[in-house]
């Protein structure tokens, strides 16, 4: 059975930052295109940050440009995505998900077959 399980989620005030990290289990990972999504409430969820899997490719929101970093371990089967400077705005359930590669053309929510059950971030003072 695939199951993803996100981790690092937590209250921090504007400008902290969070590692949210994803452990990946079913699957390899080095197989896999991967990303990190958001949802907050009442909006429909977000693709905050997608890597290929050769890192051939990335994708980061304009919202978390420069802010927010995607990594993985492959060797680990875990995902990263380090966060600084946080906005009340990035608050909501962050999701890690895989799917298999030449998928996450766009980083949309509709392209990924595997997903976590999320963690919550809020940023808020």
């Known amino acids: 059975q695939v199951q993803l399980v996100e981790s690092g989620g937590g209250l921090v005030q504007p400008g902290g930052s969070l590692r949210l990290s994803c452990i990946v289990r079913?699957?390899?990972?080095?197989?896999?295109?991967i990303g990190w999504f958001r949802q907050a409430p009442g909006k429909e969820r977000e693709g905050v940050s997608c890597?290929?899997?050769?890192?051939?490719?990335?994708y980061y929101t304009d919202s978390v440009k420069g802010r927010f970093t995607i990594s993985r371990d492959d060797a680990r089967n875990m995902m990263y995505l380090q966060m600084i400077n946080l906005k009340p705005e990035d608050t909501g359930v962050y999701y890690c998900?895989?799917?298999?590669?030449?998928?996450?053309?766009?980083?949309?929510?509709?392209?990924?077959?595997?997903w976590g059950q999320g963690t919550q971030v809020t940023v808020s003072s």
């Open positions: 890597i290929l899997n050769n890192e051939d490719g990335t």
């Open positions: 998900a895989a799917v298999p590669p030449y998928s996450a053309a766009y980083c949309r929510s509709d392209e990924f077959a595997f």
């Open positions: 079913g699957l390899s990972l080095d197989l896999y295109d």
